[in-house]
């Protein structure tokens, strides 16, 4: 996966697939908001912001990139930075079917 995105570029995101050691901080096919860190992807990482609405590095290997148009991309950026969530209801269907809902989310301590 390319980590690296420029400023005023797509905002990239994920799909959760294994939340192995972070059940609170991560839900399986959530769709989650990558930020850019060079340096942690060249170790097969990639930067989250997960359920703590914090960004923290995770192995890239739990999680699928989402291919998505500019458009989109902008829109999901723009629904996520409000309260609300985003989950893949069927993830092997081309293209992936994404839900979104709006509203208030639940926020889990860090690790409990």
Known sequence: M???TAPGETPRF????????WPVCLQVRKVYRVLPDACAARSGWIRVVDETDEDYLYPAA??????LRDDIGRALADAVRGPGQIHVEQPDA??????VRLGTRHKGSRHG
Do not use: Y
């Open 2 to 4: 390319d980590e690296v």
């Open 14 to 21: 994920v799909v959760c697939l294994r939340n192995d050691g």
């Open 62 to 67: 739990s999680f699928h990139a989402l291919e």
């Open 94 to 99: 081309d293209p992936p079917r994404i839900r």
